[in-house]
Each structure stands twice: as structure tokens, then as C-alpha cells.
């Protein structure tokens, strides 16, 4: 019975050696057309599963969100025909639980922006501060420094501005004086409405700390 023997590579001609290459390449290839499809099936299958929780998920907050500020309308209605809120207020109040733990802040928010005359006022406020203030005052200095510092979307707040605004008359250097300048008429308001914003007391701090309800802010 005639048995057959695999050569090695040192003992193949030329045309075979040539011939296994071949074969071996069309393995290779597909392999990796294998993994390629598997790995595109992988990501294409888990990519729509999130994409379709997101939508449910975005559709449970809207319609959330759209409950919770009809009963809180009605709730201001309510508080208005008590003289529960003060005459200057623009609709916004707090709500807390009878156990301390939670609350509701419901409040007129205006999203804003500064134009470009703030990176100059920016640049003279900080040149002012470690020139003269930084010196004498290191705790007014770290204070100031903290309200023109910026949020995540590389803004400025405007409750930090409106508080460095209030502080306008602390220095007379004509940098401080033109920064504030600078800083109020580049101010740009884009747009203004309701916020809807909730709170638990934390077990440890005893402070209110956010429930958030912003992906980005988990």
C-alpha cells in the first residue's frame, strides 16, 4: 500500500513552494474575512441595541419631563394665588419633602453667551490680578479667579459673572475697569426658559447634591 509523505518547505520545488504560498494566503484571507464580518456583526448589532435603548430612554425623560412641568405650572398657580412667591421673581420656587431629603428646584434659567471682547477682558482681568492682587490678597485673588472660571463647554456662568459684576467698584486700575466693561458688553443672551432641576441630601455631607439626569453628567 503506497503511503504519501507532506514535504517539508526545504524539500519543495519551486512551483510547489509557490502553490502553498497560494493556498495559504487564500486561508489567511479567509480568516480574516471571517473575523472582519464577525467583528462588524459585533459592533453593528450593539451599536443599534444602544441606539435603541437611547431612544427609549429619551422618550421616558420627554414624556417625564412633560408631566413634571405641567404639575409643577399648576403648582405655581397655586403658590401665586397663596402669595407663596415674591412679586420679583420670574416663576421660579423650591419644593422640599416634609423629611428633609429631597427637593425640587423649578427656575428660570437664561442660556447665554460672550463674544469675542471677553478673551481680551479675560486677558486684562487675569494680567490685573497676579500683578496687583495676587501679591496683597491671595484669598480675593483665588476668588475672582474661580468666577470667570469656565464650565465644561468652555463658557463662562452666568451667576459667577453676575457675581464678579456686583464686585466692579472693588478696584480702580483701568485693566479691572476695562475688563468689566468688556465683560458686560460682550454678554449675549441666546435663549431663556423653565429648568427643572432635582436634589437628594447626601447620608455623609448632609448637602444637597444633584440627581442627574444628563448622561454626561454621570
Not at 518547505?9 to 472582519?36: C, P
Not at 423650591?94 to 442660556?111: E, I, N, P, S
Request: charged letters at 35%.
Amino acid at each position: 500500500m503506497e503511503t504519501t509523505t507532506s514535504k517539508t518547505v526545504d524539500q519543495m520545488t519551486t512551483e510547489e513552494l509557490q502553490a502553498y504560498l497560494a493556498d495559504r494566503r487564500k486561508e489567511e484571507i479567509a480568516e480574516n474575512n471571517r473575523k472582519r464580518a464577525e467583528y462588524e456583526k459585533y459592533v453593528e448589532v450593539n451599536t443599534s441595541r444602544l441606539v435603541r435603548k437611547a431612544l427609549k430612554l429619551n422618550s421616558i425623560l420627554s414624556t417625564f419631563f412633560q408631566n413634571s412641568t405641567t404639575i409643577l405650572e399648576e403648582m405655581r398657580k397655586t403658590l401665586n394665588d397663596y402669595g407663596a412667591i415674591r412679586s420679583n421673581s420670574k416663576g421660579g420656587f423650591t419644593l422640599k419633602t416634609d423629611d428633609g431629603q429631597y427637593k425640587v428646584v423649578y427656575r428660570y434659567a437664561t442660556l447665554c453667551d460672550w463674544d469675542e471682547r471677553s478673551a481680551k477682558a479675560e486677558d486684562l482681568l487675569k494680567d490685573f490680578l497676579k500683578d496687583f492682587v495676587k501679591k496683597r490678597d491671595v484669598q480675593s485673588y483665588e476668588l475672582v479667579m474661580a468666577l470667570i472660571e469656565k464650565n465644561k463647554e468652555g463658557k463662562f456662568e452666568l451667576s459667577r459673572m453676575q457675581s464678579l459684576y456686583a464686585k466692579e467698584h472693588l478696584y480702580d486700575d483701568p485693566r479691572w475697569v476695562e475688563a468689566i466693561r468688556l465683560f458686560k458688553e460682550s454678554f449675549k443672551p441666546i435663549d431663556s426658559k423653565m429648568r427643572l432641576e432635582f436634589y437628594r441630601r447626601s447620608d455623609i455631607s448632609q448637602k444637597w447634591e444633584p440627581i442627574p439626569l444628563n448622561i454626561s453628567s454621570l
